[in-house]
């Protein structure tokens, strides 16, 4: 599926194509192509999902937001579409590839990571603007690249990256080899990180929140299952894994505000 989306596939791509170990036979595929900082997260879920749902098979591919919107609206084969911001949701809404209306499930806050033992001896985000400090952020295009921005304007910090990433599992391995001395990826990101990395917390002072939208893509088919995906991770059951991977969970009647404008 992933090679006829006509560019590379995106870096974690999870397809369980023997479906669960019951041993039923799916009835009904799903693609969901979702940010890159959900990687964890949304494989756990799914594997939940397929458990409830023998006969329904996901697949999911992981990227930067906006690279995963800029495939769908060129006809990658989607069923639901995940980002990591309202922003990049709307550039899909805007193209008219979305069927009903996205639904915000969770959110998200930055962090800062370090290599084990600190090397830098880094405290807080002040400390990121020190000339000597090499730091690794997103691209400028991509949510969390512009999440840092926000964040480092709040805190009328010099930013000065030495690298720009393509999403904050490229910003998160940076800073476990030890390339950089710090980096900026979302809360889960830093728990992702495990022991490979130290974090430092952001005052909620100076930090930002990321929500998270998803929604079901017009005309590739598998509504019915997708809306099942869609309402199991708006469950409770789901709620708690987004919780222990580092999200902020999402009351299952959260409301999506559009800001297409008249787009």
Known sequence: MLASLGVAAPAGCVDRSGG???????????????????????????????????????????GSSSTIVDQVINGAPVNALATASEATMNDAVKAHVISGTPRVFASNQLAIVVPV???????????????????AICQPQVPCGQAAREVFARAAVRLVPVT???????????????????????????IAGGASVESISIPDSTNVSIQYPIASIASN???????????????????LVLADHGFTPFAANSRWVSRAGKA
């Open 20 to 62: 669960p170990e019951s041993g039923d036979v799916p009835a009904s595929s799903i693609h969901v192509s979702a940010a890159a900082s959900l990687t964890d997260v949304f494989t756990v879920i799914a594997e939940k999902f397929e458990v409830q749902n023998p006969n329904i098979q996901v697949s999911m591919s992981f």
């Open 117 to 135: 033992g600190n090397p830098a001896n880094i405290r807080s985000i002040a400390d990121l603007g020190e000339p000597e400090i090499k730091l």
């Open 221 to 239: 088919g598998g509504e019915p299952a997708v809306e099942k995906f869609i309402d199991f991770l708006l469950s409770p059951s789901s709620q």
């Open 164 to 190: 720009f990433e393509a999403d904050v599992r490229a910003v998160l391995a940076k800073v476990a080899s030890g390339e950089v001395d710090a980096g900026i990826v979302y809360r889960s990101d830093a």
